[in-house]
């Protein structure tokens, strides 16, 4: 079965630019979730979505934005980006809520 | 507010001797409880997971885990460490109720193990 794929592996972008990425959960899974990962800030929760609806979202700026599609694959875009948002960015396929998440290996963006 | 403490930022043992890393946490009720582990550059792995029942768990790469509601803590151990097992380690609590994946993670613990 394979696992949850996040691409791309790693980005480098400029400041003000948008950047989106994406993530294909396990297959079957409905639910998936983003988190951002600094060295400060630690591991937090930026929203989750389940059979395409936004159903959690965590404390971020509305720069961050995220959908999902018919097929649970997700994607998260952050406009105007700014040097604050260099991190590893995780998502996280769940089949139902409250089950074990699996993790894929992150895109690492900087922002120069 | 809901809150997940990782007392220790880094630890070092040696290779061969046991291992004990703390979590407390701070929730209204009893939330689930979960250990992942991450190597450098990669993503979360589970370890070991407490929704309710028996208080101590088995996870994978012999770790297990006893939930200790008097304290709020969730200590993560393990008998023999292996130099494998070198990596940051992270606690995670979860609202015990459907249809909510988000978890709350704590500072993490890096350990590092010497041969």
């Known amino acids: 079965k394979a696992g949850v794929t996040q691409t791309p592996r790693y980005l480098i972008k400029t400041r003000g630019q948008q950047v989106t990425l994406s993530c294909s959960p396990i297959?079957?899974?409905?639910?998936v979730s983003w988190y951002q990962q600094t060295p400060g800030q630690g591991l937090q929760f930026l929203f989750e979505?389940?059979?395409?609806?936004?159903?959690n979202k965590g404390n971020f700026p509305g720069r961050f934005s995220g959908r999902q599609f018919s097929n649970s694959r997700s994607e998260m875009n952050v406009s105007t980006l700014e040097l604050g948002d260099s991190a590893l960015y995780l998502c996280?396929?769940?089949?139902?809520?409250?089950?074990?998440?699996?993790f894929g290996q992150g895109t690492r963006l900087t922002v120069v | 507010a809901q809150s997940v403490t990782q007392p220790d930022i880094h630890i070092t043992v040696s290779e061969g001797a046991s291992l004990e890393l703390r979590c407390n946490y701070s929730?209204?009720?009893?939330?689930?409880l979960f250990w992942y582990v991450q190597s450098p550059g990669q993503g979360l792995q589970l370890l070991l997971k407490?929704?309710?029942?028996?208080?101590l768990v088995q996870g994978i790469k012999g770790f297990e885990a006893e939930f200790k509601r008097s304290q709020s803590s969730f200590n993560l151990r393990k008998p023999s460490v292996h130099w494998s097992d070198a990596a940051e380690y992270f606690c995670?609590?979860?609202?015990?109720?459907?249809?909510?994946?988000?978890?709350?993670f704590g500072a993490g613990t890096r350990l590092a193990v010497h041969p």
């Open positions: 996280a396929s769940s089949y139902e809520g409250n089950t074990e998440a699996f």
């Open positions: 297959s079957g899974h409905r639910s």
């Open positions: 979505y389940f059979s395409e609806t936004q159903r």
């Open positions: 929730y209204g009720a009893t939330p689930y």
């Open positions: 407490y929704f309710s029942g028996d208080t």
């Open positions: 995670a609590v979860q609202r015990p109720s459907g249809g909510y994946n988000k978890l709350i």
